[in-house]
């Protein structure tokens, strides 16, 4: 079965330092990765997506994600924080052949001036 | 403007209700989903639908059930059989049921347990 962990349920940086959120999956295939965003008591919105081709993958406001297969990994980076980037953030995988979403706990980004 | 609506923003269930929560959605999108988070915990897939009159359980089913009688819509019955239905409730819609489709989230419903 697949899963998804995101290290750190809280992460704490300093408005301009960089934004590193952790996501392993295991997967017994190649699977699809997503990176979505929740403010506080809203929906998620995508902000990036890895599907196939690039391993880079640039999403909206300024994130990133990098494939890794052999570490079976999808971290999402931001090389400078902003005050507004302080929100919950999930990983979440899907397998080939099926639209199931299994999300990660989420990830909780504190930014700090 | 196109989106996902949900209603109401909270909602507030007695002993032994049942209650209904609203999704709907003027995407044009096959796919409706049901989620629930609580916190620390993620979201997890309660019912789905891949087109009109046709929905599968997700992995928490139990206490809840929905219908899919009009492609926009896709609404939710918590049942009193869940007993612990106190959570925050997101329905997402995809356009179409396969796999790669970004799933596109509504504000969601609070519910909570007098």
């Known amino acids: 079965a697949q899963s998804v962990t995101q290290l750190g349920s809280h992460v704490s940086v300093s408005e301009g330092a960089l934004v590193l959120l952790r996501c392993n999956y295991s997967?017994?295939?190649?699977?699809?990765l997503f990176w979505y965003v929740q403010y506080p008591n809203q929906g998620l919105q995508l902000l990036l997506k890895?599907?196939?081709?690039?391993?880079l993958v640039k999403g909206i406001n300024g994130f990133e994600a990098e494939f890794k297969k052999s570490e079976t990994s999808f971290h999402l980076t931001k090389p400078s924080a902003h005050m507004s980037d302080a929100a919950e953030y999930f990983c979440?995988?899907?397998?080939?052949?099926?639209?199931?979403?299994?999300f990660g706990t989420g990830t909780r980004l504190l930014v700090s001036p | 403007d196109g989106g996902i609506t949900q209603s109401p923003k909270y909602l507030f269930r007695k002993e032994g209700q049942n209650v209904t929560l609203s999704c709907e959605q003027n995407l044009n999108h096959d796919a409706m989903y049901w989620y629930r988070q609580d916190p620390g915990q993620g979201l997890r897939l309660i019912y789905y639908?891949?087109?009109?009159?046709?929905?599968q359980k997700g992995d928490i089913a139990e206490g809840y059930s929905v219908s899919r009688e009009k492609k926009e819509s896709f609404p939710l019955t918590v049942t009193s059989a869940q007993k612990n239905p106190t959570a925050f409730y997101l329905c997402?819609?995809?356009?179409?049921?396969?796999?790669?489709?970004?799933?596109?989230f509504g504000p969601g419903t609070r519910l909570l347990v007098l």
């Open positions: 979440a995988v899907q397998n080939t052949g099926f639209q199931k979403l299994v």
């Open positions: 997967s017994s295939v190649p699977p699809y």
């Open positions: 639908s891949q087109i009109v009159n046709d929905f």
């Open positions: 890895y599907t196939t081709g690039a391993t």
């Open positions: 997402a819609s995809s356009p179409r049921s396969g796999n790669q489709e970004t799933q596109y």
